[in-house]
């Protein structure tokens, strides 16, 4: 057996090793790239022949790819490279910063095309495909290379060879051909076809030698669980799922609040690991004795609260005569008859947040069986029946209170009741379920009603959507649960494409957002330099109107454009103070300079930003030429005014949305401790939170961007659109105002169910 070479814990920077993964990961990598990418014009030729009116736009894209492809090949080694040469250095280069900068090139603040959004959304997914794939050698392959080249730690961002970094590489090199935006989506498609797999090889590859070699080799040897202790054999009555222990008699309705107690703490803990994303692949769902568990100690915790939440009048109506549970058979043709003509009370019922939604269910339902010829006087619910039109009742009060559901998606969501209570009666495994196909649905229609107020087209064919679903599901639902599985996977496609649109809506308003800041910046270094010139005596009205305007705007796009070490910078700059000194001359009464000869090309140049050419500009130049002759000769009667300048004026940045929020004026954010503001600054990208306004009223933002200029953090609410900028000084002031807090959404349906929960617990909130 071959010797391992000694290596220490923590080498630090190990150029060998780190030439060893370089050579095991670049050149396959672009060898492969290469390979493939020689079969993509045959397949655009194919395409061709299929696309229609589209034909010659897959012709054009495949001449130019084979004119191209070296270049191409080219640029996507040239990306890896740089990103390990980064590695190298032990400051890793982010992919996210890598692509936000690529192709900007000198565009300054110019938004980034909507082809181009498309494209890098495009590889974007590419990169996801690859990780979903080799994600376990991924997360070795991220620890190995960090601990050869001496970084703290990388992730999929910053392994230079990872996923995210390939599909930069893959935007670039096509980036460098004139393609057409839907030969370019397919071109990155065949990538993630054709290449992926073969990435993934040679990852495999890399991973395999930097353990030969001695590069934490305990890491490629899965985890030893240990042996699962044999279970206590169970008692006589185990199917019915319920507890034993401590010679409780839980038949005993005095234990009822034992039981509720069990039941939230299991449901809570139910909750915390799907929140933590079990590793060990839990989906959310407990197991048979576990759900079993949870649904009878439900319904003792319905039973229980009962009382409470009826009023004195239904409490009497049950208790009225010797009378019969409704069958299933009973039960089931009411709820469709509601299902397909709901009558208008409990239309109504939907709206008001002041009646009972279970109540008015089970009058609707007693009301319904009496069309059916049922004796009113002679029926009653049955007690898991009416147990399900509570939960499902509640449930659905919980998510028109406290979800951003208005008008017509209030509506919407309103007409799924009915069906949601069959589902309840059909399969009480919907409340513990997760992967429950209606409670999936529920999730996405919920999802794509949320604060819709269909304002844009987008908006509106999904609204659209979400009602040709739910007239479908109303049309077609009996008792057979397969049409919400099957309208849940249409409608998880169509959910798809529109959060595509809102990730190039939030990419849009994180640019838009950096090409502000960068603005606001230039301005104020603009104003800073023409603040500090214009100290001291007064000038002359020419000389200061000059500087105000025409200087000041072209030093600013200078900035922009340039940056503060610019060559057109330092022009406009120099520029300046000559004027300046020639002022300071004049003033000393210089008679007979030749004034501003040496600047008059400077001078054209900053007359031609606000647009004065020709002409205008030399007339624009002879008021400040004149002007300095009339100081020297001390007749300040021949000073000229400029001549009037074209109305050109920068953007202003809108006001910041913070302000906007209103956080009142005994709220300073520069008081706030610098710990709290820290754990802002700490927060993850694609963070949500809850932002509360003046009334109470709550909208989810996202973390989409933080400024590097200003450290303000830009949020998006669920369109995508820019929601709020605030710096983490106002975020702390606003969670002390009560006007903030941590957003959990773990789909609405379970979110709705943790409120019925609250509800329901006398020890977390009164019952409602």
Same mark, same amino acid.
């Given at each position: 057996m071959m010797s391992q070479p000694h290596l220490p814990e923590r080498p630090g920077h190990n150029p060998d090793l780190l030439a060893l993964a370089r050579e095991a990961a670049l050149p396959p990598l672009s060898a492969t790239f290469a390979r493939v990418l020689a079969g993509f014009d045959d397949a655009l030729f194919d395409r061709a022949e299929t696309a229609g009116a589209s034909q010659l736009v897959f012709l054009d894209g495949m001449r130019e790819l084979r004119r191209r492809r070296d270049d191409i090949t080219a640029r996507f080694g040239a990306h890896l490279r740089q990103a390990w040469a980064a590695l190298e250095a032990a400051a890793p280069l982010s992919a996210e910063a890598a692509l936000a900068q690529a192709g900007q090139g000198d565009a300054g603040l110019s938004l980034v095309s909507e082809h181009d959004l498309e494209s890098r959304l495009a590889v974007r997914n590419f990169a996801a495909v690859v990780l979903r794939e080799w994600k376990p050698v991924l997360a070795r392959l991220d620890r190995r290379l960090a601990w050869i080249s001496g970084v703290d730690g990388l992730d999929i961002d910053l392994n230079p060879i990872g996923p995210e970094h390939i599909g930069v590489a893959v935007h670039e090199a096509f980036g460098v051909c004139d393609l057409a935006a839907e030969v370019r989506l397919v071109l990155i498609k065949l990538c993630e076809r054709e290449f992926a797999v073969q990435v993934g090889r040679i990852y495999r590859d890399v991973d395999e030698r930097l353990a030969q070699a001695g590069v934490m080799p305990a890491i490629s040897q899965p985890p030893q669980r240990p042996a699962a202790a044999p279970r206590p054999a169970r008692p006589a009555d185990a199917d019915a799922g319920m507890p034993h222990g401590d010679d409780e008699d839980l038949s005993d309705p005095q234990h009822a609040p034992a039981w509720a107690r069990r039941f939230t703490e299991r449901w809570a803990r139910h909750r915390s690991e799907l929140q933590a994303g079990n590793?060990?692949?839990?989906?959310?769902?407990?197991?048979?004795?576990?759900?079993?568990?949870?649904?009878?100690?439900?319904?003792?915790?319905?039973?229980?609260? +009962?009382?409470?939440?009826?009023?004195?009048?239904?409490?009497?109506? $049950?208790?009225? @005569?010797?009378?019969?549970?409704?069958?299933?058979?009973? %039960?089931?043709?009411?709820?469709?008859?509601?299902?397909?003509?709901?009558?208008?009370?409990?239309?109504?019922?939907? /709206?008001?947040?002041?009646?009972?939604?279970?109540?008015?269910?089970?009058?609707?339902?007693?009301s319904g069986a009496t069309r059916l010829g049922v004796d009113p006087g002679q029926a009653r619910l049955d007690?898991?029946?009416?147990?399900?039109?509570?939960?499902?009742?509640?449930?659905?009060?919980?998510?028109?209170? &406290?979800?951003?559901?208005? /008008?017509?998606?209030?509506?919407?969501?309103?007409?799924?009741? $009915?069906?949601?209570?069959?589902?309840?009666?059909?399969?009480?495994?919907?409340? $513990?379920?997760?992967?429950?196909?209606?409670?999936?649905?529920?999730?996405?229609?919920?999802?794509?009603? !949320?604060?819709?107020?269909?304002?844009?087209?987008?908006?509106?064919?999904?609204?659209?959507?979400?009602?040709?679903?739910?007239?479908?599901?109303?049309? &077609?639902?009996?008792?057979?649960?397969?049409?919400?599985?099957?309208?849940?996977? !249409?409608? +998880? #496609?169509?959910?798809?494409?529109?959060?595509?649109?809102?990730?190039?809506?939030?990419?849009?308003?994180?640019?838009?957002?950096?090409?502000?800041?960068?603005? &606001?910046?230039?301005?104020?270094?603009?104003?800073? #330099?023409?603040?500090?010139?214009?100290? @001291?005596?007064?000038?002359?009205?020419?000389?200061?109107?000059?500087?105000?305007?025409?200087?000041?705007?072209?030093?600013?796009?200078?900035?922009?454009?340039? @940056?503060?070490?610019?060559?057109?910078?330092?022009?406009?700059?120099?520029?300046?103070?000559?004027?300046?000194?020639?002022?300071?001359?004049?003033?000393?009464? $210089?008679?007979?300079?030749?004034?501003?000869?040496?600047?008059?090309? @400077?001078? +054209?140049?900053?007359?031609?930003?606000?647009?004065?050419?020709?002409?205008?500009?030399?007339?624009?130049?002879?008021?400040?030429?004149?002007?300095?002759?009339?100081?020297?000769?001390?007749?300040?009667?021949?000073?000229?005014?400029?001549? !009037?300048?074209?109305?050109?004026?920068?953007?202003?940045?809108?006001?910041?949305?913070?302000?906007?929020?209103?956080?009142?004026?005994?709220?300073?954010? &520069?008081?706030?401790?610098?710990?709290?503001?820290?754990?802002?600054?700490? %927060?993850?990208?694609?963070?949500?939170?809850?932002?509360?306004?003046?009334?109470?009223?709550?909208?989810?933002?996202?973390?989409?961007?933080?400024?590097?200029?200003s450290s303000r953090l830009l949020f998006v609410n669920r369109r995508g659109i820019r929601f709020c900028v605030a710096s983490p000084e106002e975020l702390v002031v606003m969670e002390r105002l009560g006007r903030l807090r941590p957003h959990v959404d773990d789909g609405a349906f379970d979110s709705a169910m943790q409120g019925v929960i609250d509800r329901l617990d006398p020890q977390t909130s009164t019952v409602h």
């Open positions: 590793p060990a692949g839990y989906d959310g769902t407990p197991s048979a004795s576990g759900q079993n568990m949870i649904l009878e100690a439900l319904h003792e915790l319905l039973a229980q609260t +009962r009382h409470v939440r009826e009023d004195a009048t239904a409490a009497a109506q $049950v208790a009225v @005569g010797q009378q019969r549970p409704l069958s299933q058979h009973e %039960m089931m043709s009411v709820l469709s008859l509601l299902q397909a003509t709901p009558t208008a009370t409990l239309r109504a019922a939907v /709206g008001d947040q002041s009646e009972s939604l279970a109540q008015r269910l089970k009058n609707e339902v007693i007690p898991q029946d009416e147990d399900a039109i509570d939960l499902v009742g509640m449930l659905f009060d919980v998510m028109l209170d &406290e979800r951003e559901l208005e /008008g017509r998606s209030r509506e919407l969501i309103g007409r799924l009741v $009915v069906p949601f209570v069959k589902v309840a009666l059909l399969d009480r495994r919907m409340f $513990v379920q997760k992967t429950h196909p209606a409670r999936r649905l529920l999730n996405s229609l919920a999802e794509a009603c !949320e604060g819709n107020a269909g304002e844009s087209q987008a908006e509106r064919a999904l609204m659209g959507k979400v009602e040709e679903i739910i007239d479908r599901l109303i049309a &077609e639902f009996n008792e057979n649960l397969a049409i919400f599985l099957t309208l849940e996977e !249409e409608f +998880r #496609e169509f959910l798809a494409q529109h959060r595509r649109r809102i990730e190039i809506a939030e990419r849009r308003a994180t640019e838009t957002q950096r090409g502000q800041e960068k603005l &606001e910046l230039a301005r104020s270094r603009a104003l800073a #330099e023409l603040e500090r010139r214009l100290q @001291g005596a007064p000038l002359p009205a020419a000389i200061e109107g000059f500087l105000r305007q025409p200087w000041n705007h072209h030093l600013t796009m200078s900035l922009l454009r340039e @940056g503060d070490d610019g060559e057109s910078v330092g022009e406009a700059l120099a520029l300046a103070d000559v004027l300046l000194e020639e002022v300071a001359e004049a003033r000393r009464h $210089v008679v007979g300079k030749p004034w501003l000869q040496s600047i008059q090309p @400077g001078l +054209r140049k900053v007359f031609a930003s606000v647009g004065l050419h020709g002409e205008g500009s030399v007339g624009a130049i002879d008021a400040l030429h004149d002007t300095l002759q009339a100081i020297a000769e001390a007749r300040p009667e021949l000073e000229r005014a400029l001549p !009037e300048l074209p109305q050109v004026s920068l953007p202003t940045p809108p006001a910041q949305e913070s302000a906007a929020l209103d956080l009142g004026a005994g709220a300073r954010p &520069e008081n706030v401790d610098h710990a709290d503001a820290a754990r802002y600054r700490a %927060m993850d990208i694609g963070t949500w939170l809850d932002f509360i306004d003046k009334d109470g009223k709550v909208q989810a933002g996202k973390l989409s961007w933080v400024s590097p200029i």
